[in-house]
């Protein structure tokens, strides 16, 4: 049995579940509950608070999770990065008032910054070669400039609007971070394998979700161009149409690369190009 921490309300949630749901693992508890067992398959879900998460696996009290990279780098426990899993995305940034001249990051030699987040913020100005305070508090950072806690702020910022909305402006980006599937590096050899079979599921949901099916009628001499631009997981699936001189190409896409192949693919007299979206892609 791997016991599988996630965040037990917030902003990791949701998408947690939902990407174990997707790689096919059922649970009947509801999230309220403070365990999960999965009727078909060897994991029990923990519930916590995301910043526990990464203590909990050092303690081998959970045997993997689902964190922010900013907190697997902050907490700094025994604890192996996975897999990056493709939400949450967000940056951890260093802002100042939106007053302030900044005239690089020598501009924080000597100033206060407060942040949830003091080993990363430590670690970055050590890079820089600066001295600065830094203030740790636990929530509602963006005000601390405003109420003279601190000159400067080093918090998460997604859209940037919490920052617009208390006069604050972005000077550095610490680092990025999405979510990130983590586990003890001394998993017991059957929960590594339970691991490894979930990983293979993670990894097929996340091939899915980046790759599409396209279907396409297409003249017959187009078809060896479209194939070298298309090639799809092998090759392409041609069957000739009713209409003479036709045929019905099925390939996969990569997501990013399709719009601009669309135009191509006209320009080649494809016609009739539908999309659809695939589930899971073995490879
Ligand atoms: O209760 P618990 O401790 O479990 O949750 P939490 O309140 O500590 O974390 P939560 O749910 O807010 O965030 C969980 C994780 O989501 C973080 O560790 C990040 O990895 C990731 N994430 C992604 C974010 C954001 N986007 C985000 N926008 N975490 C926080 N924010 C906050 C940020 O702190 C700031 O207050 O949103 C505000 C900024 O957003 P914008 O859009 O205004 O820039
Ligand atoms: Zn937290």
Request: charged residues 25%.
């Given at each position: 049995?791997?016991r599988?921490?996630?965040?037990k309300s ?27 067992k ?7 879900l923990?519930f916590?608070?995301?910043d526990?998460?990464?203590q ?6 959970a ?14 426990k025994k604890?192996?990065?996975?897999r ?5 995305k ?16 020598t ?12 080993n ?8 820089k ?10 929530g ?16 998460i910022?997604s ?10 402006k ?5 680092m ?5 599937l ?5 998993l ?10 979930l ?5 097929s ?19 060896e161009?479209?194939?070298?631009m298309?090639?799809g997981?092998?090759s ?5 149409l009713g ?5 019905s190409l099925?390939s996969?896409v990569n997501?990013?690369d ?8 006209k320009?080649?007299?494809?016609e009739?190009?539908?999309?659809i ?7």
């Open positions: 049995m791997l599988i921490a996630i965040q917030g902003r990791l949630q949701e998408d947690s579940l939902k990407l174990l749901k997707e790689s096919g693992l059922h649970f009947n508890n509801g999230k309220d509950q403070l365990k999960a999965a009727d078909n398959f060897p994991v029990e923990l916590l608070r995301d526990d998460i990464p909990y696996i050092e303690d081998q009290v045997d993997a999770g689902i964190v922010g990279e900013n907190i697997l780098i902050e907490k700094e604890n192996e990065l996975i990056r899993l493709d939400f949450a967000c940056r951890l940034s260093i802002a100042i008032p939106r007053a302030e001249t900044y005239t690089g990051s501009w924080l030699q000597g100033k206060n910054i407060a942040t949830s987040y003091p990363i913020v430590r670690k970055f100005l050590k890079t070669n600066i001295e600065a305070g830094i203030h740790e508090i636990s509602s950072v963006e005000i601390a400039p405003g109420i003279g806690l601190a000159d400067a702020i080093c918090d910022v859209s940037g609007s919490t920052l617009l909305s208390n006069g604050l972005e000077v550095e980006t610490v990025t971070s999405e979510a990130v983590i586990a003890s590096p001394n017991a050899s059957e929960k590594k394998a339970v691991l490894n079979d990983l293979f599921r993670i990894q949901v996340q091939s899915a979700k980046n790759n599409k099916y396209i279907l396409m009628n297409c003249p017959n001499e187009a078809i161009k479209i194939t070298q298309i090639p997981m092998k392409p699936t041609i069957m000739p209409r003479p001189g036709w045929s099925h996969v997501e990013n399709f719009w601009k192949k669309i135009n191509q693919l320009s080649y007299g494809a009739g190009i539908l999309v979206p695939i589930e899971k892609m073995i490879v």
